[in-house]
């Protein structure tokens, strides 16, 4: 035989398990009480919809809500539910709805009126502070503020109102980028295509990631109507040739970027380059040389501004192969002359070589560039030099890293300065001494702001004292001293004292202590204007920097990255 308690037993089962935090277990209890028709009804809804809010069931809680105000109108406590619910549910302009229908059904004497009255005028000041931005904003700053919104963003903010997805498809140029890299998940073809009929077509920047690879033709071949294309980066898998025959037609490309997930083969590269004249920027992540055939560039390229190659392909080195996959036409040996005179590349201002084979293999190259006057920043990693380098006298920022380099890595003539040389990083060199980097810095001249002397295992932090001597350093705003030997608390003071407009100082995984940091930061307050006063510190792997340390200097107004 089954035993029923009655409704008021089972509403305060339900009450106290809503006190234990036992939400469904009360709702359950709560139904069960409503069977009873003798049981407080109104109270038991109440009580229920309350369990179904903390449970985040709007919805199931709102047709409680709306039972209440059925029964009894002349009840305060269904409106305050109601509300209540509806504002948890992001949903204010309706909740003020409910408050202004309680208000026009209680009595003016209703014990409940007073504080509805409270309530719906609170809620109405609030809601006449919230404007729509776009109906406040003039049409120009609007576009202004959603032109700083990736495609992500943009299709969040469509979502928002009917208002909203009519007001942002009214701005075509809104439409003119793509940038597909934040996705969550794989993207169908269709998304590309509803954007592209957004901007009419009209989309010139479109950075491609995340499509799933049965869409990828599709969306390639949609890409490929847009006649004002400028900037496009592929960052999935997509056949070259395949490429090269799709987009024939996209004559205005200036930029033009291949992943990893790319191979593209020097006859390739040379075949966009002819195919895309006014292309002023290529970056190519998977570069691959030719075995049988030696491949001539279309010169010269006097468009051509930046050029990035990155190449794991060994099978053309030691001599095997006719074309090397960072082969770029100029910058080896002696200057090669053109017809007209000049340079080859003139107006090239970014070089980027990255050899990362999955075995190391040397890369040999001779840099000799001195006749690239344009060039502003040269990067090299993984290459085996040859000879030292030789350089442009207005280059601005250059960055050596992994491979071998001889004892002289920079060949500059006497009485010759790289005054506009700002930024100098070398990494990952296998140098017994910094004595090649004394006879650069000190012949050359360079005014530098940012020296970066990371994993250089042969050298030891006392080589650095030449060119404190020398003053070649007194302009560092930015020094990394990652991984350097010797480096401990006493040449610390030193430095400190001898680089006066240092901001920035990486000296991770050294053996510096805390009482190093601590005086870098009291340095900071003190009346000393010749000390540096340092705002940044990055101490990662440093064992003997203790949290106090880090505390200390943090609370002194040192950001410190451990």
Same mark, same amino acid.
């Given at each position: 035989?089954?035993?029923? =308690?009655?409704? #008021?037993?089972?509403?305060?089962?339900?009450?106290?398990?809503?006190?234990?935090?036992?939400?469904? !277990?009360?709702?359950?209890?709560?139904?069960?009480?409503?069977?009873?028709?003798?049981?407080?009804?109104?109270?038991?809804?109440?009580?229920?919809?309350?369990? &179904?809010?903390?449970? #985040?069931?709007?919805?199931?809680?709102? =047709?409680? !809500?709306? /039972?209440?105000?059925?029964?009894?109108?002349?009840?305060?406590?269904?409106?305050?539910?109601?509300?209540?619910?509806?504002?948890?549910?992001?949903?204010?302009? $309706?909740?003020?709805?409910? &408050?202004?229908?309680?208000? $026009?059904?209680?009595?003016?004497?209703?014990? @409940?009126?007073?504080?509805? /009255?409270?309530?719906?005028?609170?809620?109405? @000041?609030?809601?006449?502070?919230? $404007?729509?931005?776009?109906?406040?904003?003039?049409?120009?700053?609007?576009?202004?503020?959603?032109?700083?919104?990736?495609?992500?963003?943009?299709?969040?903010?469509?979502?928002?109102?009917?208002?909203?997805?009519?007001?942002?498809?009214?701005?075509?140029?809104?439409?003119?980028?793509?940038?597909?890299?934040?996705?969550?998940? +794989?993207?169908?073809?269709?998304?590309?295509?509803?954007?592209?009929?957004?901007?009419?077509?009209?989309?010139?920047?479109?950075?491609?990631?995340?499509?799933?690879?049965?869409?990828?033709?599709?969306?390639?071949?949609?890409?490929?109507?847009?006649?004002?294309?400028?900037?496009?980066?592929?960052?999935?898998?997509?056949?070259?040739? $395949?490429?090269?025959?799709?987009?024939?037609?996209?004559?205005?490309?200036? #930029?033009?970027?291949?992943?990893?997930?790319?191979?593209? *083969?020097?006859?390739?590269?040379?075949?966009?380059?002819?195919?895309?004249?006014?292309?002023?920027?290529?970056?190519?992540?998977?570069?691959? @040389?030719?075995?049988?055939? +030696?491949?001539?560039?279309?010169?010269?390229?006097?468009?051509?501004?930046?050029?990035?190659?990155?190449?794991?392909?060994?099978?053309?080195?030691?001599?095997?192969?006719?074309?090397?996959?960072?082969?770029?036409?100029?910058?080896?040996?002696?200057?090669?002359?053109?017809?007209?005179?000049?340079?080859?590349?003139?107006?090239?201002?970014?070089?980027?070589?990255?050899?990362? *084979?999955?075995?190391?293999?040397?890369?040999?190259?001779?840099?000799?560039?001195?006749?690239?006057?344009?060039?502003?920043?040269?990067?090299?990693?993984?290459?085996?030099?040859?000879?030292?380098?030789?350089?442009?006298?207005?280059?601005?920022?250059?960055?050596?890293?992994?491979?071998?380099?001889?004892?002289?890595?920079?060949?500059?003539?006497?009485?010759?300065?790289?005054?506009?040389?700002?930024?100098?990083?070398?990494?990952?060199?296998?140098?017994?001494?910094?004595?090649?980097?004394?006879?650069?810095?000190?012949? !050359?001249?360079?005014?530098?702001?940012?020296?970066?002397?990371? #994993?250089?295992?042969?050298?030891? !932090?006392?080589?650095?004292?030449?060119?404190?001597?020398?003053?070649?350093?007194?302009?560092?705003?930015?020094?990394?001293?990652?991984?350097?030997? @010797?480096?401990?608390? =006493?040449?610390?003071?030193?430095?400190?004292?001898?680089?006066?407009?240092?901001?920035?100082?990486?000296?991770?995984?050294?053996?510096?202590?805390?009482?190093?940091?601590?005086?870098?930061?009291?340095?900071?307050?003190?009346?000393?204007?010749?000390?540096?006063?340092? /705002?940044?510190?990055?101490?990662?792997?440093?064992?003997?920097?203790?949290?106090?340390?880090?505390?200390?200097?943090?609370?002194?107004?040192?950001?410190?990255?451990?």
């Amino acid at each position: 035989m089954v035993v029923r =308690r009655n409704g #008021s037993s089972s509403q305060k089962q339900g009450q106290e398990l809503y006190k234990k935090g036992e939400f469904r !277990a009360a709702v359950t209890a709560f139904s069960e009480a409503l069977v009873d028709k003798n049981a407080d009804s109104l109270g038991i809804l109440d009580n229920r919809a309350a369990a &179904y809010t903390k449970l #985040s069931q709007y919805d199931l809680a709102l =047709r409680d !809500a709306k /039972q209440m105000i059925k029964k009894c109108k002349n009840d305060q406590r269904g409106y305050l539910r109601c509300a209540k619910v509806l504002l948890l549910s992001g949903k204010p302009e $309706k909740a003020q709805e409910v &408050y202004a229908y309680a208000l $026009k059904n209680l009595s003016e004497d209703s014990p @409940g009126r007073e504080l509805l /009255q409270q309530l719906h005028d609170k809620l109405q @000041g609030k809601l006449a502070t919230c $404007k729509d931005p776009f109906t406040v904003l003039p049409l120009e700053m609007a576009a202004m503020v959603l032109q700083h919104f990736d495609f992500k963003q943009i299709v969040a903010i469509l979502r928002v109102s009917k208002g909203w997805e009519r007001f942002l498809s009214s701005f075509p140029k809104l439409w003119m980028q793509i940038d597909l890299r934040r996705a969550r998940g +794989k993207i169908n073809w269709t998304s590309v295509r509803s954007y592209i009929r957004r901007s009419k077509a009209m989309l010139t920047h479109a950075i491609i990631a995340n499509i799933s690879l049965s869409a990828t033709d599709k969306t390639m071949e949609l890409l490929s109507r847009c006649p004002n294309l400028e900037h496009l980066e592929v960052w999935i898998p997509y056949g070259i040739t $395949k490429f090269l025959g799709l987009f024939q037609k996209s004559q205005k490309l200036k #930029s033009l970027t291949f992943s990893q997930h790319t191979t593209v *083969p020097q006859a390739c590269a040379v075949n966009l380059l002819a195919g895309f004249p006014l292309l002023e920027s290529v970056t190519f992540l998977k570069t691959r @040389g030719e075995l049988s055939a +030696k491949v001539t560039w279309p010169l010269p390229l006097p468009n051509i501004k930046s050029i990035s190659l990155r190449s794991e392909d060994a099978s053309t080195i030691s001599g095997f192969g006719e074309t090397l996959p960072l082969e770029v036409p100029g910058i080896e040996g002696e200057p090669q002359p053109i017809q007209g005179g000049g340079c080859l590349i003139p107006n090239l201002e970014e070089l980027r070589l990255e050899w990362e *084979p999955e075995t190391w293999n040397p890369y040999p190259i001779s840099i000799n560039m001195i006749d690239f006057s344009c060039l502003r920043r040269l990067e090299l990693k993984g290459m085996e030099l040859r000879e030292p380098c030789r350089l442009p006298l207005g280059l601005e920022y250059l960055r050596i890293a992994g491979g071998r380099t001889p004892s002289r890595f920079v060949e500059v003539e006497e009485g010759t300065r790289l005054s506009n040389l700002r930024t100098l990083i070398l990494d990952d060199i296998p140098w017994n001494s910094l004595c090649s980097l004394d006879h650069f810095l000190i012949t !050359a001249k360079p005014p530098l702001s940012t020296l970066h002397l990371d #994993s250089l295992i042969g050298c030891k !932090a006392s080589d650095l004292r030449v060119l404190l001597d020398q003053g070649a350093l007194s302009n560092l705003e930015t020094l990394s001293l990652c991984m350097m030997r @010797g480096l401990d608390d =006493r040449f610390i003071s030193i430095l400190m004292e001898r680089l006066g407009s240092l901001k920035t100082l990486n000296l991770s995984y050294s053996q510096i202590t805390g009482c190093a940091v601590k005086n870098l930061a009291d340095a900071r307050t003190s009346d000393n204007h010749t000390k540096s006063k340092l /705002q940044q510190l990055i101490v990662r792997g440093c064992d003997d920097v203790s949290s106090d340390a880090v505390a200390y200097g943090r609370e002194r107004g040192i950001h410190i990255i451990t």
